[in-house]
């Protein structure tokens, strides 16, 4: 009655075997090492891993262990002390080619990492470091698109030889001037064909206006490209940042979550994260006089008045020669005059368009204009108010000599350091819309060593004492069920390292609490096993009955915990997500466990006496 | 067999039904009148603002620091100590004109100008729009936990037993939510998830009771339906302690040794678990007999007899 087929004994032990594989990870401490990637695609080979080593040799410093997977190369070192030092001698001798990143590695044997064997990632409170919640300002995305149109209108329009009288912006629409019905007709038909998809077109009554409006979808279309080339240039941001381990995520509509683990400047990662830089090529005016145009606080038709970093006004034309988003390439350096400079390098599409009209205005002067976006939150009574600022300066006047193309420089920075920041953000491209700073945490490194110290001691703690009480009290049952339970901790332990969930405060939390809720389904089964023998049936036949009768409501009493658990991590975020994930993969563990794993412990210390008298419970 | 609760006999619990709907009544109404008299003492993650943790090597001048950042403009700034004396706690509220972002970087300049030897542990720094958002889904998830369980409930038993578990189990959160108001200790997103933990451990206990006494209207033929619930309960009494001991000494563990990150977390769960071992029992019990549950609810036909049930009703 209380046996197993040998089959069931086989499963059970292998699924144990996986189960100790998967959360042995986890007990190897980390060993301080540092990271080097590429900043381009290019992957790391040997000779380039030579490079590194006699670089770190040459400091005298020992590497305890050095892996490539031709995408990062990583070293050990013995302690923080040399990890440091061999940091330094790195950034050094590698130059502007690759991103050294201070990181700790995890110390798993090499065996264990060939079978996936992986510990949990740790969460910023377990380890320090910053997270931040950044906002997509969709609104500028929006404004942005919009003028965009607007010149694309200008240029097709052009092209197509329809004549117009104006195109402006009005509001969300673009509205588009033209002297008689005919020409706005013929417009109406080739923009309609040209846009079918994202604008509409309407004819304005008794004018001869034509409107345009983005339509529901384009709209849609706008906001999710905005959120994803966001995403995208944050992520070469944090990259060029250097940080081990980033975590960079879409979280709902309008929301990117960035993780930054072991950093603690955050006011530079601020600074490179949310900063919108961009630049843009612009001729300047030099039929009239920008004073005047300043006194009067009118610019001259077709021009706009900037400020030089001086504090003189300089007129520049509207029309842009060039913007940032062709740029693919920046880095810093100095001219010829050693002076700070940036070298710029355009894709194709751009350098044809530069070298056209650099070439159409040879020996005129170009100003570039640096236009950086800030965005501050307000409260206003009691509202969370946006407002954007936009600095806009020229930072280079000079005479086009020559015809420019795919690569030149811009000169005019204050400092190294600027050209450097500048450099580092044209590299990373521009963002599509500002972004703003919802939610800011930081957590500092002795604060997460200190949480996941008193998080692991609780459970510790809280574990021997219920195995305590349930060796007292049901005995030889309770040293079962306690096994159990330390079974059952092994398995979540592994299910949350193979699915690589990361480990946080309250998913600790999770695990205890977890743990004391399982020891319920074996209170339950040595209950139901003490109430068969008190009505006094032989020991085997309780034990039977005991599993089969608790069973039902253990299914009952944990499904509806289970409910909750999924309900939680379907609205939860963050801390709550993270104990739902344990909460949930908890019960089903301590199910197994509790059920299966327990009675084949019985089943092989009980089931095979025949003339069992007494049960020790 | 070494026992804690020997109980021979059933416990007549359904006999003081009105006693103790009476205390759970009163425990309720005082709990509402906390929350609309004192308010829950909502967290940063809730409302909005900046908390900095920060550690000094000596004690911490509390004073001088309330005076160094109201001199930067900030007012009701609250600063405080919490598990050392070099251990401090500060709280800003949202400030006009000032980007949020940038406020720790401020706070520590003003601090560091006095002493040099303190260091961040912790920021948090939440906007309105996120912490009013947490606050509406927070809401959410409570209600959709709430249903979800129902509706299982009365998929799996009864309609009666699904609405009495789920008075019960709101009766344990509005009681830990008055407890908060009352002694005003801080609200935040673990302590939210720690009551939904509690409803879904809370409801476990239900469960086990109203099988048992599920099982018993099948077996026990010529009790009366509050025999049977004295019964049910007094039968799992013993199991129901125990179970609540030991999710008691982990969740006690965690009120010690956690440090002060998990405190209001297990201090949530601690009420939620002493209260939840009454409701269950006191609460939702009592409610059943109200809601006139009766044996022909739980067995639909004589003659539907099921598979593999014996003669006395009960499946092996």
């Known amino acids: ?617 | 067999m070494f026992e804690l609760f020997p109980f021979n006999k059933a416990i007549p619990f359904m006999r003081y039904g009105r006693t103790t709907t009476a205390i759970s009544l009163a425990t309720f109404l005082f709990s509402v009148f906390a929350l609309f008299f004192y308010g829950l003492n909502l967290g940063v993650d809730f409302t909005g603002g900046t908390v900095m943790e920060v550690r000094y090597a000596q004690s911490a001048p509390i004073d001088t620091i309330r005076e160094a950042i109201k001199a930067t403009g900030y007012h009701e700034v609250a600063v405080q100590n919490f598990g050392s004396t070099q251990d401090v706690l500060i709280r800003l509220p949202l400030k006009e004109g000032v980007s949020s972002a940038q406020v720790s970087e401020q706070i520590m300049g003003v601090l560091k100008t006095g002493t040099p030897d303190v260091t961040l542990s912790k920021v948090d720094f939440v906007g309105g729009q996120v912490g009013q958002e947490l606050y509406e889904n927070g809401g959410l998830a409570l209600i959709l936990v709430a249903a979800g369980i129902i509706i299982y409930l009365a998929f799996r038993f009864e309609w009666r037993f699904a609405v009495s578990a789920a008075i019960a189990n709101l009766h344990d959160v509005v009681i830990i939510l008055g407890l908060f108001a009352f002694f005003q200790w801080q609200f935040d997103l673990t302590v939210l998830a720690g009551i939904l933990a509690v409803l879904g451990y809370s409801v476990n206990e239900s469960v086990v009771v109203f099988d048992r006494i599920r099982e018993n209207i099948r077996t026990m033929r010529d009790e009366t339906i509050p025999d049977i619930i004295d019964s049910a309960i007094t039968s799992t009494m013993s199991r129901t302690i125990i179970t609540h001991v030991s999710t008691q000494i982990m969740v006690l563990a965690m009120l010690w040794f956690g440090g002060e990150a998990l405190h209001n977390f297990a201090l949530a769960l601690t009420i939620g678990i002493m209260f939840g071992i009454y409701s269950s029992v006191l609460v939702a019990s009592p409610l059943l007999l109200l809601f006139g549950l009766k044996r022909e609810h739980m067995i639909p036909q004589e003659s539907e007899k099921m598979e593999g049930m014996n003669a006395d009703g009960s499946i092996v």
């Open chain 1, 1 to 617: 009655m209380n046996r197993y087929p040998l089959w069931k004994y086989l499963m059970i032990a292998v699924i144990l075997l996986i189960g100790v594989i998967y959360s042995v990870p986890n007990f190897f401490p980390s060993e301080p090492a540092v990271q080097l990637s590429p900043k381009t695609e290019q992957a790391i080979d040997p000779a380039t891993m030579q490079r590194f080593e006699q670089a770190l040799q040459a400091q005298g410093l020992t590497i305890r262990a050095s892996e490539n997977n031709g995408q990062q190369a990583l070293f050990r070192f013995e302690d923080t002390d040399v990890q440091l030092k061999a940091s330094e001698a790195l950034k050094e001798a590698v130059g502007d080619q690759f991103v050294v990143a201070l990181n700790l590695a995890p110390s798993t044997p090499s065996w264990l990492r060939a079978l996936n064997a992986n510990p949990m990632f740790l969460g910023l409170d377990l380890r320090g470091g910053v997270h931040f919640l950044m906002e997509v300002d969709m609104k500028a995305a929006l404004d942005k698109q919009i003028d965009r149109y607007e010149d694309e209108f200008r240029d097709f329009l052009r092209e197509q030889d329809i004549k117009y009288l104006g195109i402006a912006r009005e509001g969300d629409t673009v509205l588009a001037k033209f002297r008689d019905a005919a020409s706005r007709d013929a417009a109406s038909a080739a923009l309609g064909k040209e846009y079918q998809n994202s604008l509409q077109f309407t004819a304005l009554p008794d004018t001869n206006d034509l409107q345009a409006s983005i339509s529901q979808t384009a709209m849609l279309d706008i906001q999710k490209f905005a959120l994803q080339q966001n995403i995208t240039t944050l992520r070469k941001r944090v990259n060029e940042l250097g940080v081990a381990e980033p975590v960079i995520q879409q979280q709902g509509a309008n929301r990117i979550v960035v993780q930054l683990p072991g950093v603690q400047d955050t006011a530079r990662a601020k600074e490179i994260l949310g900063a919108t830089a961009t630049l843009e090529f612009r001729l300047v005016d030099e039929q009239n006089d920008p004073m005047q145009a300043q006194q009067s606080g009118r610019a001259p038709l077709g021009s706009q008045i900037y400020k030089e970093r001086s504090g003189d006004p300089i007129l520049l034309k509207r029309q842009v020669m060039l913007t940032g988003d062709y740029i693919i390439d920046a880095s810093s350096g100095f001219d010829d005059n050693n002076r700070p400079a940036v070298h710029i390098t355009l894709d194709g599409k751009g350098a044809t368009r530069f070298n056209k009209v650099t070439g159409e205005n040879v020996q005129k002067l170009m100003g570039v204009v640096f236009i950086e976006n800030k965005i501050e939150t307000k409260e206003v009574n009691g509202q969370a108010v946006k407002t954007s600022t936009t600095t806009q300066e020229v930072i280079n006047v000079a005479r086009i000599q020559e015809q420019l193309g795919k690569r030149f420089q811009i000169t005019g920075l204050d400092s190294p350091k600027e050209a450097r920041d500048l450099a580092l953000l044209l590299r990373a491209g521009a963002l599509a819309a500002p972004v703003y700073i919802v939610e800011e945490r930081t957590v500092g490194p002795s604060m997460g060593k200190e949480n996941i110290e008193k998080g692991f001691n609780s459970n510790i703690w809280g574990f021997v004492a219920v195995v305590l009480f349930m060796v007292i009290y049901y005995r030889v049952f309770g040293v079962i069920s306690s096994v159990a339970l330390a079974i059952n901790g092994f398995f979540l332990f592994a299910l949350l390292s193979m699915i690589q969930a990361t480990l946080t405060l309250p998913g600790l939390a999770g695990i205890a609490l977890t743990l004391g809720m399982a020891i319920d389904a074996n209170v339950l089964i040595n209950e139901r096993i003490r109430e068969e023998l008190r009505a006094g049936a032989s020991p085997q036949v309780a034990i039977n009955i005991g599993y089969e009768r608790a069973w039902g409501t253990i299914i009952d009493s944990n499904l509806t915990t289970l409910i909750a658990g999924i309900a939680l991590f379907l609205l939860g975020s963050g801390p709550i997500k993270g104990f739902a994930v344990v909460l949930c993969l908890g019960i089903l563990t301590s199910m197994f466990s509790a059920v299966t794993v327990s009675r084949a412990m019985v089943n092989l210390v009980y089931g095979y006496k025949p003339h069992l008298q007494k049960l020790a419970i």
